[in-house]
């Protein structure tokens, strides 16, 4: 799954050492509700199962790279997969800062887009934003992701408490 620019690919065993620091740096840990370190040998046995069908885990992660510079800066993930409902949802890192706000999230997101309304044949996507997050709720509506709802004091930090945005992109195309 590519774009002029970048690609979207399986894990691979090299990228052990990027998932450690990006898993393990606490200032992303309250976007993806984690709160302890993940081990290596816990990250190694996640890459040893990423093969499986999406179907068995209900999850894809995959590396977005940029392709002239063959370099990884970060992650996109399908979670929730419920094949049933055909929904799905979605969640995105560019953890190299020099590469944000280059359009790269951008072009990642749309690719998956396509990948998980085309191939999956889901009928709708959704994300969960903090509200003080205006970067990730621009890039979603660029996407054409619509808010549908607010989780109050939703997520807890260390200053108190965040609401967290829900927005949803249904694909009109299908049934």
Known sequence: MKHDKIKLRALEPEDLGLLYEWENNSKYWTISNTVTPFSKYTLKRYMENSHKSIYETGQLRLMIEIISEKKTIGTIDIFDFDPFHKRAGLGILIADEDQRRKGY???????LIEYCFNTLQLHQLYCNILVNNCESMDLFRK????Q?????????TSNG???ECFFQLIN????
Request: glycine content about 8%; hydrophobic content about 40%; overall charge positive.
């Open 105 to 111: 999230a951008s072009m990642a997101l749309k690719i």
């Open 143 to 146: 996407q054409g992701f619509v």
């Open 148 to 156: 549908t709802g607010i989780k109050k004091e939703w997520i807890k």
């Open 161 to 163: 408490y965040l609401d």
């Open 172 to 175: 009109e195309n299908k049934s």
